[in-house]
Nanobody, 124 residues
């Protein structure tokens, strides 16, 4: 059984930074792409960032490009999301997800496993 556990969320002022982490267990972590998604109140869940199994390919939503950085440590079975220059519109529950292949697509239908989410709140 795959388990994904996010941590690192919290309350931060606009312009600040947070680092989210996701610890994975249950199957060979380095085989699968990983993604971060978020869901704001009253909105649909949306793709934030993805990283391939090797870490060699990353992708970002236009809204976070240049501010967020996704990375992974296959030795520790973790994936992280470094978030800088945070804006109030970044406020959401952030989810870590594991893709069914070695890639990380923006379409959430490719992800079979999800964490429970961690709240990020950015105050203005």
């Amino acid at each position: 059984q795959v388990q994904l556990v996010e941590s690192g969320g919290g309350l931060v002022q606009a312009g600040g930074s947070l680092r989210l982490s996701c610890a994975a267990s249950g199957r060979t972590f380095y085989t699968y792409g990983m993604g971060w998604f978020r869901q704001a109140p009253g909105k649909e869940r949306e793709f934030v960032a993805g990283i391939s199994r090797s870490g060699g390919t990353t992708s970002y939503a236009d809204s976070v490009k240049g501010r967020f950085t996704i990375s992974r440590d296959n030795a520790k079975n973790t994936v992280s999301l470094e978030m800088n220059s945070l804006k109030p519109e970044d406020t959401a529950v952030y989810y870590c997800a594991q893709h069914g292949t070695g890639w990380a697509t923006q379409d959430e239908r490719g992800y079979g496993y999800w964490g429970q989410g961690t709240q990020v709140t950015v105050s203005s």
